[in-house]
């Protein structure tokens, strides 16, 4: 089956460095999302990996490999705003998303 | 500018009531898509639809429905066959034949309580 597995919750500090790792199973590979959510609102686009390697992009950097099924959302200098969850979706090979449960970041003083 | 609308925000349902959420694209895509998410969830697809006049079924379709008589229009029904509709709902399209990078769109979402 088609499965995501991110954490359900982290705690970090402002100003800090936070990891959010994505383990997926799809049924081929169409590439990688991450999205942030915040309550009540729909998600907006943070990144994409299709291929190996660290995509950076500001404070957000992606990284993917695809031959551990495996991904992870980078976020430096944290701020308050960045309170959210965060969404990983992998996209099969007939271009439907698979989405994890998401990840709720609490970011405290 | 291009976008996707979605109403209403807010949405209130009566035990055996149908209720229909809009969902309505000026970006020209083709695919369309409806997700139910529940609080601390992710999402979950109800409908989708690549082209005029046809939808496919996601994972959890039973008690809803959808058309696309439209290009532009793919609303969808919470009938009273649904027994636990209270949920965000959120629409999204794509570009047919472009998957790559920010190119899937959503509309605000909505928010269905059943009273």
């Known amino acids: 089956g088609q499965n995501i597995d991110q954490p359900t919750e982290m705690t970090a500090t402002e100003g800090a460095i936070v990891q959010i790792n994505c383990t997926y199973q799809?049924?081929?590979?169409?590439?990688l999302f991450w999205y942030q959510q915040h309550a009540g609102e729909a998600p907006t686009f943070l990144s994409y990996?299709?291929l190996d390697g660290l995509e950076e992009k500001g404070r957000f950097s992606s990284f993917l490999s695809r031959s551990k099924g495996y991904s992870y959302l980078l976020l430096k200098e944290l701020q308050m705003k960045d309170s959210a969850s965060y969404l990983c979706?992998?996209?099969?090979?007939?271009?439907?998303?698979?989405w994890g449960a998401g990840t709720k970041l609490i970011i405290k003083p | 500018d291009g976008g996707i609308t979605q109403s209403p925000k807010y949405l209130f349902r009566k035990e055996g009531q149908n209720v229909t959420l809009s969902c309505e694209q000026n970006?020209?895509?083709?695919?369309m898509y409806w997700y139910r998410q529940d609080p601390g969830q992710g999402l979950r697809l109800i409908y989708y639809?690549?082209?005029?006049?046809?939808?496919q079924k996601g994972d959890i379709a039973e008690g809803y429905s959808v058309s696309r008589e439209k290009k532009e229009s793919f609303p969808l029904t919470v009938t009273s066959a649904q027994k636990n509709p209270t949920a965000f709902y959120l629409c999204?399209?794509?570009?047919?034949?472009?998957?790559?990078?920010?190119?899937?769109?959503f509309g605000e979402g909505s928010w269905l309580t059943v009273v």
């Open positions: 999204a399209s794509t570009p047919l034949i472009d998957h790559s990078g920010n190119t899937i769109y």
């Open positions: 990996n299709v």
């Open positions: 799809t049924s081929g590979f169409n590439g």
């Open positions: 639809s690549q082209i005029v006049n046809d939808f």
């Open positions: 979706a992998a996209m099969d090979s007939n271009y439907q998303l698979i």
């Open positions: 970006l020209n895509h083709d695919a």
